[in-house]
């Protein structure tokens, strides 16, 4: 079992065009994503938790205050 960490910055820039809402898009996010990778039995398992270091969105826009992941993987 192997303690990972992962940082990834995003920006999304406002939208543009006849039917878009620039007021209400548009971001920039900073999370933190400690992980834990495993072996077993020949698959392989990483957990992952995204955690907001920062965020900023434009506007009113609906974000979760954290995101999961679980990646499972088979070698051939």
């Not at 192997?2 to 209400?24: F, K, Y």
């Not at 957990?47 to 679980?70: M, R, S, W």
């Amino acid at each position: 079992m192997a303690p990972l960490l992962e940082v990834i910055g995003s920006a999304r820039s406002r939208d543009r065009g006849p039917d878009a809402n620039p007021s209400d898009s548009g971001y920039n996010r900073l999370p933190a994503a400690p992980a834990l990778d495993a072996s077993v039995a020949g698959m392989r398992l990483t957990f992952t938790a995204d955690i907001p270091v920062h965020e900023h969105f434009n506007g009113n826009q609906l974000a979760a205050p954290a995101l999961f992941k679980l990646v499972v993987g088979h070698a051939f």
